[in-house]
């Protein structure tokens, strides 16, 4: 592979994984303060239809991400409603949203657009426009440097925000009153509710936090990374986030690594349609399960001892 080559992988990396790091702080915020979210899947796919479909109508790029966040929020309110509220059982709260988000989005568009289940193609400002880095184009021809430096230009806004919030996360959970308050409500909600803090304002909290994070994960996939929404087209990046914030043992800076190796497994498949190994050629279909492949490799226990926040998943009951 010659470095011209690896760094089109390497930048494709970077696209690929943007979805996959939003949607992984979303789940890692969400279950430190004790709620399970398996609906990441679903608010995805609902904000990349309804971020599409706005822009189309609107020509507006912004206001389509704007609504893709608005939708990804309500969804996870419902979701927060159901297992918070009134305590229902957080993982069946979180398929059902996988179920509606899934069928809906296809009906919607069918109705909207007649395209089949899909919206228009995006062009103009009805799509997200790169953003150059400063002397992008002088270092182009240098070696090595040229290369490299280009991997970090020419990606949308929220490719870099996607990476910006990883350090802002990490602050936000680890150097912060709020997130102090956010991990004791995962670990011990009721020492929290002793000193006086509501949990299910903390919880209601970290949800819509984790709303706004899968929004700009669905956006970025029908505005950004794609021109348009299609039918089911997170394509399990919902599941495969949560594989990842597992694997990071929901820590922020171990998530962007764990997205990444996702990344880059699917920008090699998506690069090359076969790979020797051994001088045996795997097909094209391999390469393309690659990135699921590992999600099963990696919940199979691959991962070392991996232990959630402990109230995870139970709703709280305050004692009177």
């Known amino acids: 592979m010659d470095m011209a080559t690896f760094a089109q992988v390497l930048d ?48 507006n790029v912004w206001l389509g991400v704007l609504a893709g966040i608005a939708i990804s929020v309500f969804m996870s309110l419902i979701h927060g409603v159901a297992s918070i509220t009134f305590r229902g059982n957080q993982l069946i709260s979180g398929v059902a949203i996988n179920f509606l988000a899934a069928g809906i989005t296809v009906v919607i568009a069918q109705n909207w657009f007649r395209q089949g289940g899909r919206t228009p193609s995006l062009t103009g400002d009805a799509r997200m426009a790169p953003i150059d880095l400063p002397f992008a184009d002088a270092l182009a021809d240098v070696p090595v ?16 925000l996607a990476f910006l919030c990883v350090p802002a996360t990490w602050f936000l959970l680890f150097r ?32 819509a936090i984790c709303g706004v994070l899968c929004g700009l994960a669905g956006a970025y996939l029908s505005t950004g990374l794609s021109a348009g929404f299609v ?25 962007m690594g764990a997205v990444l190796l996702f990344g880059l497994l699917e920008a090699v498949a998506n690069r090359f349609q076969s790979i020797e190994v051994m001088g045996l050629a795997l097909p ?11 999600t099963v490799v990696i919940l199979a226990g691959f991962v070392g001892r991996a232990i959630p926040p402990r109230a995870g998943g139970s709703p709280y009951v305050k004692e009177h």
């Open 12 to 59: 494709s990396t970077l696209r690929l994984a943007t979805p996959l790091l939003f949607a992984c702080l979303a789940g890692l915020i969400s279950e430190r303060a004790g709620i399970f979210d398996i609906g990441l899947e679903g608010k995805m796919l609902a904000a990349a239809f309804l971020a599409a479909a706005i822009a189309y109508v609107s020509g």
């Open 231 to 255: 039918k089911d087209m997170s394509a399990g990046r919902g599941y495969i986030a949560l594989a990842a914030m597992i694997f990071a043992k929901w820590r922020p800076w171990h998530a």
């Open 284 to 294: 094209i279909q391999v390469m393309q399960a690659l990135p699921y492949i590992l």
């Open 176 to 207: 912060t009153r709020f997130g102090l308050r956010l991990r004791a409500v995962g670990e011990n909600p009721a020492a929290v509710d002793t000193a006086g803090i509501s949990v299910i304002g903390m919880r209601y909290g970290a949800v």
């Open 145 to 160: 440097i040229g290369p490299i430096y280009g991997i970090f230009s020419g990606h949308a806004p929220l490719v870099y």
